[in-house]
């Protein structure tokens, strides 16, 4: 056996070993892995959970509303009620543009690049 082969025969041993490694050891968190990367890379994921989270913030709008209004010892009247109406307003505005956005990139081309420099002068 020459040198070279050899060589080969030793990375084939320990590929062989690290494969083995990699079998063994199990990614406790794979599915969640696997869901944050569909949900960082895969646009239609994204528009799906940002319509849930959508709807899950207009379905809670009326029910905090009554809430408030028809049990008014629960709540500090002024103070808890604004604060309510602006976090709810900016999570729905936050899922309905990310859903905008991720529906923008169901395939549509990117726009055109935007040149950092003017354009050179044209003599006349």
């Known amino acids: 056996m020459t040198e070279t082969e050899s ?4 990375v084939r041993l320990l590929r062989a070993d690290v494969a083995r490694l990699h079998a063994a ?4 968190h794979s599915v969640i892995s ?11 994921t994204q528009y799906k959970v940002h319509m849930w989270g959508a709807i899950y913030w207009l ?3 009326p029910l905090i ?3 408030f209004f028809f049990t ?3 709540w ?3 103070g808890i009620f604004i604060t309510l109406i602006y976090s709810i307003y900016s999570n729905l505005a936050t899922d309905y543009g ?4 991720a529906e923008a990139a169901f395939g549509q081309p990117p726009p055109p690049p935007i040149p950092l420099e003017p354009p050179p002068l044209t003599p006349i």
Do not use: G, W, Y
């Open 7 to 10: 060589l080969i025969a030793e």
């Open 25 to 28: 050891v199990q990614h406790r």
């Open 34 to 44: 696997l869901l944050f990367k569909d949900l960082s890379t895969n646009p239609h």
């Open 59 to 61: 379905i809670n709008f």
């Open 65 to 67: 509303c009554c809430l």
């Open 72 to 74: 008014p010892t629960l």
């Open 76 to 78: 500090v009247k002024l």
């Open 98 to 101: 990310a859903m905008s956005a």
